[in-house]
């Protein structure tokens, strides 16, 4: 089993920047992908970014540049840095983790991003 801690949201102006964090603990193992997914009101859960185990990222076409997803290894915290934010990005964000077959998801974390 996997459990996951996630922090760092929160209400920020436009333009502005927020930075999210995910902690894994439990059975972790050398191969494995972390991301972030969030979900909107009334709108389906969608991918933000993930990073593999080997740092290879993936992004949105409506986050990158803006965006960036950062581990420092396979048992490390997966960090998102969100710059530029827009109303848009706001959101329900959720930690996501795979490995062997299985994902796991994190509880959640409101990002507002409002004038």
């Known amino acids: 089993q996997v459990q996951l801690v996630e922090s760092g949201g929160g209400l920020v102006q436009p333009g502005g920047s927020l930075r999210l964090s995910c902690a894994a603990s439990?059975?972790?193992?050398?191969?494995?992908?972390m991301g972030w997914y969030r979900q909107a009101p009334g709108k389906q859960r969608e991918m933000v970014a993930t990073?593999?185990?080997?740092?290879?990222?993936n992004y949105a076409d409506s986050v990158r540049g803006r965006f960036t997803i950062s581990r420092d290894n396979a048992k490390a915290p997966v960090y998102l840095q969100m710059n530029s934010l827009k109303p848009e990005d706001t959101a329900v964000y959720y930690c996501?983790?795979?490995?062997?077959?299985?994902?796991?998801w994190g509880q959640g974390t409101q990002v507002t991003v409002s004038s």
């Open positions: 990073i593999s185990s080997g740092s290879s990222t």
């Open positions: 439990g059975s972790i193992f050398l191969i494995n992908t």
């Open positions: 996501y983790f795979w490995q062997h077959g299985k994902q796991y």
